[in-house]
Every structure is written in structure tokens, then in C-alpha cells.
């Protein structure tokens, strides 16, 4: 990613004078997600990002995965993408576990007969039982989170994005994503984290990357890079070793 802006636009209520009156209406207004951003993430790396709710980790990692354009600069991305952005991003409520898996896999680059003839590896993977028969709409956030898990796999990406992913799930399913994660780096593939569960970010990923603004604040080994955010939350101190942060 090279100097990489995007920006929203938005109404609000301001206040418009003129010669006569001054009056309340909606006006045109701006704000950056992200702002002369520049990243570059090797084969064999991964990457923790961490900051405030609304420092730009969502944006940035929508932008990687192609659901977002920058208004400036270039993201370039080689490889194949497996990306969780949201629990439940991509996924149709009222469909069950079945169909969402049949039209993820699809929408991933499968064929429907390949999804459907490795829909029971994201049965049993997603460990979701008689609930994989369900609608959606009825699963918890760890549940979605399990099922757009399983059906990544399908895929076998060379790019593993997550976003804020860990804090939705049990401690057995997120080991099976730090694992999984793992071997991808290892493999000489791409991981890229972002969240508030920064003990499972620092298992995973070596780098860290701090977000302030839309803008990079600190880059560097995780231990440091937290070192340099923590001081400004010294509330979270004590939540660290837990994995658990307040959004």
C-alpha cells in the first residue's frame, strides 16, 4: 500500500448564514478513514494491527481485501485472499448454514459442485452440529464467526485477513485460528490481524502495526509497538494477560 487515502462522505446538520437569516440544514461534509498510508507486508510475515475503535484497522483491511478503493495512493495485494472481516460480512441471515456455505464457497471462486462436495469438511470444522441445518439469524457471533472460518479454509488462501475475529470466539476455536494462521506465515503466506485481543495477535504475529487517525503511529516488533499504545490506555494494563479489551 502506498500513500493510501480513502475518504467518506457524509451529511450533517450546520448552520448556513446568509445576508437575511441564519438557518439549520444538511450540508456536504468529509472525513479520512486513512490517510498517507503506507504498508508493505512480505511472504513469511505477519501482522498485527492495533488502535482505538475508528483508527482506520477496518478500513485498512477492506481496502487489502478489495471491498474498498482508495481515493489516493495504490494497494496492491498478490495472492489469494481468505478474508473475515466481520462475523457477519457476506453471510445471509436468513439462509442456514448450508446455503451460506454453498454461496460463500461460490463467491470465493469455487464452483456450486465443488462447495457441495466439500460442504461436510465445513460441517465438521465449523463444529456447529444440528445448528449448520439453522438460519443464521439464530447463531451467536462466535457461530458465524466459526462457519466464515470453515468455509475460508475451502479456499486454501495464500492471504489470511482477520478483523477483530478472536474476540468472538471460545478459547478452543481460536487456537484452531492462531494455528491455522500460523501455518500460512509459515508456509510463506500473508497474515494480517487486526483487534483489541492483543495477547492472540502477539501469538500470531511478530510485527505490529499502531493506528491513529487513519495514520501509522508506530510500526515495529509487537512487544514495542504495544508498549507504545498501552501507556495511553493504562486501564487496559491489567486486561492484557486476559486477551480482553474493551471495543
Same mark, same amino acid.
Given at each position: 500500500?502506498? +500513500?493510501?487515502?480513502?475518504?467518506f462522505?457524509?451529511?450533517?446538520l450546520? =448552520?448556513v &448564514?446568509?445576508?437575511?437569516l441564519s438557518h ?5 461534509a468529509?472525513a ?10 512480505e511472504?513469511?510475515e505477519?501482522?498485527g494491527v492495533?488502535? =482505538?475503535?475508528?483508527?482506520g484497522?477496518?478500513?485498512m483491511l477492506r ?5 474498498? $478503493?482508495?481515493d489516493?495512493?495504490?494497494a496492491?495485494v498478490?495472492g @489469494?485472499i481468505?478474508s473475515?472481516?466481520? @462475523? !457477519?460480512?457476506?453471510v !445471509?441471515m436468513?439462509?442456514?448454514g448450508?446455503? +451460506? ?11 456450486l ?9 465445513? *460441517?465438521e470444522r465449523?463444529?456447529?452440529g444440528?445448528?449448520?441445518?439453522r438460519?443464521?439469524?439464530t447463531?451467536?457471533?462466535g457461530?458465524? *464467526?466459526r462457519l466464515?472460518f /470453515? ?8 492471504? #489470511?485477513?482477520?478483523?477483530e475475529?478472536?474476540? *468472538?470466539?471460545d478459547?478452543e476455536f481460536? /487456537?484452531?485460528?492462531?494455528?491455522y494462521?500460523? !501455518? ?19 501469538r500470531?504475529a511478530?510485527?505490529? #502495526?499502531?493506528?491513529e487517525?487513519?495514520?501509522?503511529k508506530?510500526?515495529?516488533?509487537? *512487544?514495542e509497538? &504495544?508498549s507504545?499504545? $498501552?501507556?495511553?490506555r493504562?486501564d ?5 494477560? /486476559?486477551?480482553?479489551?474493551d471495543g
Amino acid at each position: 500500500m502506498d +500513500n493510501v487515502g480513502v475518504r467518506f462522505e457524509f451529511d450533517r446538520l450546520g =448552520r448556513v &448564514i446568509t445576508p437575511v437569516l441564519s438557518h439549520i440544514r444538511r450540508v456536504k461534509a468529509e472525513a479520512w478513514g486513512l490517510r498517507h498510508l503506507d504498508l508493505h507486508v512480505e511472504p513469511g510475515e505477519a501482522l498485527g494491527v492495533v488502535g =482505538r475503535t475508528g483508527s482506520g484497522k477496518t478500513t485498512m483491511l477492506r481496502v487489502m481485501a478489495g471491498v474498498m $478503493l482508495p481515493d489516493e495512493g495504490t494497494a496492491d495485494v498478490d495472492g @489469494t485472499i481468505g478474508s473475515l472481516l466481520a @462475523t !457477519g460480512a457476506g453471510v !445471509g441471515m436468513l439462509l442456514t448454514g448450508r446455503e +451460506n456455505t454453498e454461496l460463500l464457497g461460490v463467491l470465493a471462486g469455487l464452483t456450486l459442485e465443488e462447495t457441495r462436495e466439500r460442504i461436510d469438511e465445513v *460441517a465438521e470444522r465449523s463444529k456447529l452440529g444440528d445448528a449448520f441445518d439453522r438460519p443464521v439469524h439464530t447463531y451467536s457471533e462466535g457461530m458465524r *464467526a466459526r462457519l466464515g472460518f /470453515a468455509v475460508i479454509q475451502l479456499t486454501e488462501p495464500s492471504i #489470511l485477513l482477520l478483523d477483530e475475529v478472536f474476540e *468472538a470466539l471460545d478459547h478452543e476455536f481460536r /487456537a484452531k485460528v492462531e494455528d491455522y494462521g500460523r !501455518g500460512i506465515r509459515d508456509r510463506g503466506g500473508i497474515v494480517v490481524a487486526a483487534g483489541h485481543d492483543h495477547t492472540a495477535l502477539e501469538r500470531i504475529a511478530p510485527r505490529g #502495526l499502531l493506528l491513529e487517525g487513519g495514520h501509522v503511529k508506530a510500526e515495529g516488533p509487537f *512487544a514495542e509497538v &504495544i508498549s507504545t499504545y $498501552l501507556p495511553e490506555r493504562p486501564d487496559d494494563v491489567e486486561r492484557l494477560g /486476559a486477551g480482553i479489551e474493551d471495543g
